[in-house]
């Protein structure tokens, strides 16, 4: 992790709390970028008969994919995309949303989990490699001794405000869409996450 220079400017939530907010759509940087793309042509070389080199479309072709799939199959490549450009500060897209809760004061792991809707036994793997890095502390409760407090470091506030690039952040999603078609895009997601009922086991990070 090396240090980076940026002018310091508020955390939000709509470039970090989960990497898909849409404002403008620039391109992400060649270098962030080539991992994702050689993982790409080695899936698309198992799905067909191309060598390497020769990516194969794939088949059978994305327009016959029920939405599920495709919806499935977008999320990846974004979340790759972003888990390359995350690398410079050791996190991931499942570190950066523990961050931002954070931000808004200390908490137990259970309470770190339940915001997110996630288990604690995957948030417990989460926050040992944010300590690790610094972003974190846990220390006891002051008035439960089983529990720990988990607290943000000013690293890991630095490490927040030095990966907010949102017009980096949002060129993760290509420039396939014009502004108004993402704008668009971030509306119907929204929507269906708002619709959609939360599993009865919460969610793996």
Known sequence: MRNRQTSIRPVTHSTLAAGDSIHTAAQPTP????SVAARERTEQ???GNGTAGEPMAAYPPPESWPTGRLLSAAARRV???WDAYLEEWGLTHASVPVLVVLTRGSFSQREIAAQMHVTEQSIGRVLRGLQELGYITREPHASDRRRRLVTLT???RDALIALDQAHVVEGLIGQS???DETAR???LLVRMLADLPLPEQRDEV
Do not use: D
């Not at 270098?31 to 080539?34: A, F, R, T």
């Open 185 to 187: 895009l971030r509306h």
């Open 154 to 156: 000013q690293a890991g």
């Open 31 to 34: 270098g962030m970028m080539s």
């Open 79 to 81: 979340e790759r995309a």
């Open 45 to 47: 070389q198992a799905a």
């Open 177 to 179: 869409l014009s502004p």
